[in-house]
């Protein structure tokens, strides 16, 4: 097994998706990047700006990532955003239209999250039986977004994911049943740690982990105005 196929066993002997994972991962790492060693990079700061200080997630995933750090701290995120809010007073001022841009961490995160999925279908026949025997349980995207390319490759490997994806579901139901009967008044047990954390599971089995790319894309209203408006020319 290559150096990626390593990489991707570590992440399906964990519990929850494997993919998400790895995503939610390289995010924290590129932003703890940018806070460690970027702030005053200009070509860094050149793409801030164009989305005007990333997404609306990914600029309180920064906060978040840098208050928590004592490594990071307040600083670099404040130097970032007071740039920010200078091109939004000028162009306030200016009456020149902004135009914010898609953020480059979600190109990030979303190029990573191809290139995940088709190295996990390349090398899959030899992970299948990791992802067996382990808690890991692919979410419901990126389960779906891996069957067309495992089908593609041997559609035998695709029934038998199938087949395990519905077996490791059908125990996390189980162990949710038994989490909820605990709390019968006549059950004398305490929900063990795995009953538990099967809600969890059961969550992060349908939606993933919360990462921007798991959020449900909406239309954005502007672009709904603009239609109206401008009579279509979209
Ligand atoms: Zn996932
Ligand atoms: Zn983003």
């Not at 940018?34 to 600029?59: D, M, Q, W």
């Not at 090398?123 to 495992?150: N, Q, T, V």
């Not at 919360?210 to 502007?222: A, C, D, G, I, T």
Request: charge should be neutral; include cysteine; proline fraction near 3%.
């Amino acid at each position: 097994m290559d150096l990626i196929g390593i990489y991707l066993r570590e992440a399906i002997q964990e519990s929850g998706c494997p993919v998400c994972k790895i995503l939610k991962k390289y995010e924290e790492d590129i932003i703890g990047q940018i806070l460690y060693e970027h702030v005053n990079n200009p070509s860094v700061r050149e793409k801030f700006a164009e989305s005007l200080g990333l997404c609306t997630y990914h600029a309180w995933k920064m906060k978040e990532i840098a208050y928590s750090n004592p490594l990071y701290g307040g600083l670099g995120v404040a130097i970032i955003y007071e740039h920010m809010l200078s091109i939004y007073i000028n162009s306030l001022k200016s009456g020149k239209n902004l135009e914010e841009k898609k953020c480059y961490l979600c190109d990030l995160v979303e190029t990573k999250e191809q290139h995940t999925i088709e190295a996990l279908a390349d090398r899959f026949s030899e992970l299948i039986g990791d992802y067996k025997d382990s808690e890991a349980i692919l979410c419901k995207k990126h389960y779906e977004e891996l069957m067309p390319l495992l089908r593609k490759r041997s559609p035998k490997l695709a029934d038998k994911l199938r087949e395990i994806q519905i077996e490791k579901l059908e125990r996390i139901k189980g162990l949710m049943r038994a989490f909820i009967e605990k709390f019968d008044y006549c059950s004398k047990e305490t929900p063990t740690e795995r009953e538990t954390t099967s809600v969890l599971k059961a969550i992060e089995s349908l939606k993933g982990l919360p990462l921007e790319v798991n959020f449900v894309k909406k239309q954005k209203p502007h672009s709904i105005f603009r239609g109206v408006f401008l009579g279509n020319r979209d």
